[in-house]
């Protein structure tokens, strides 16, 4: 099967959209599959804003439909999310190949700009509402990364969707003797997002540094917050907070089981549309995670029900305090858990999608 996979960013653009669809289209192509990537020459970093987004994003679209052009016939494309409504074009696309088309939702737009506030509800949301409806609904499959994705495509587009969660980095996870001293220490490591809460860790900081308990909060990764977060913290006079760049591929997975549990977020007003990446890295180290967000959400459902994660609002900011501290003073709190693969779990997935586009 030849296949056409589309996104805006690439693999050396360091964005997690061009790391997934390049590992994708290399699992697939082991599989014996012919894989042709469009993307655009575009650097991943810091968003633009306003007209000067809007301008760029469709200059990507019209990159990636100018390209297609010239593509030799494919059977199927497989498209991403970035640039914003790219399945419009990408359904477009498949139209003039006449092949089949699935798109891999990592998030959805406009609908996330609406909720983060910004984009106005008004005249350009609507239009763009109606095109993605359009397109999700000629789409031959549209992919959801968790339940409530897909629970949000059904209801407010009426589009019943595959759930696919993303893959994880290819990590290496070191050897961690089980009655190691427990390091009392707790992670949040990605990006720093606006569909992130990071303020309410330094208040939990707060809380267990009033109560005189050795525990200490690390901050990795970068993003809006993560510079705003060390004005807070000095605002508090936390003591025991550090900061770290974004740790590098090879040294994830030892920077992940240093700590005892790893913090993963999500805006409750983002549930559905969009799962943070890091959740499932976090979920295969085996360390305990401390969920913030929703609560009601099939995802935090799941997390809520394996008994050994946190799961809890942003509000609940004592209640979280109390949790760790427990976790912290118990005499061996290191999770024993053995990791997963990451290896493992990437081929599964490339099975499945190979399974989906040979229905």
Not at 270 to 298: C, F, H, N, Q, Y
Request: charged fraction near 25%; glycine fraction near 6%.
């Amino acid at each position: 099967m030849r296949l056409l996979l589309l996104n805006q960013y690439g693999l050396a653009s360091g964005a997690p959209t061009g790391r997934i669809l390049s590992e994708l289209g290399s699992g697939l192509r082991e599989r014996g599959h012919d894989v042709v990537f469009l993307t655009t020459d575009s650097a991943y970093g810091k968003p633009c804003r306003g007209l000067r987004r809007i301008f760029h994003e469709v200059l990507a679209h019209l990159n990636l439909a100018w390209r297609s052009l010239w593509c030799r016939k494919v059977d199927a494309v497989i498209s991403l999310t970035s640039p914003a409504c790219l399945a419009v074009t990408a359904a477009a696309i498949a139209k003039l190949h006449r092949a089949r088309h699935f798109h891999w939702a990592m998030d959805l737009y406009p609908d996330v700009g609406v909720r983060l506030g910004e984009l106005k509800s008004g005249a350009l949301t609507r239009v763009l509402t109606r095109l993605m409806r359009g397109a999700y609904q000629a789409a031959d499959r549209v992919v959801t990364l968790d339940e409530d994705m897909r629970d949000y495509l059904q209801q407010n587009y009426g589009v019943d969707s595959a759930v696919m969660e993303p893959f994880p980095p290819e990590v290496s996870w070191p050897e961690v003797a089980p009655n190691s001293l427990p390091s009392r220490r707790w992670l949040y490591s990605g990006n720093f997002g606006r569909a992130h809460e990071i303020e309410v860790l330094l208040q939990i900081q707060k809380r267990l540094e009033d109560r005189h308990l050795s525990a200490e909060l690390i901050l990795q990764g970068q993003g809006p917050q993560f510079i705003s977060s060390r004005s807070a913290a000095g605002q508090l006079d936390l003591q025991s907070v550090q900061w770290r760049a974004p740790a590098p591929q090879e040294a994830l997975g030892e920077a992940l089981l240093q700590s005892d549990v790893l913090v993963v977020t999500r805006k409750a007003e983002m549930k559905g549309l969009l799962l943070p990446s890091k959740l499932m890295l976090a979920e295969l180290s085996g360390r305990t995670v401390l969920w913030i967000g929703d609560t009601d959400g099939k995802t935090a459902q799941r997390l809520k029900a394996e008994g050994r994660h946190g799961v809890f609002t942003m509000d609940e900011v004592e209640p979280m305090a109390t949790w760790l501290q427990f976790l912290f003073e118990q005499k061996s709190s290191r999770q024993t858990i053995e990791p997963r693969s990451t290896r493992e779990v990437r081929e599964e997935s490339v099975r499945k999608w190979e399974e989906l586009l040979l229905r």
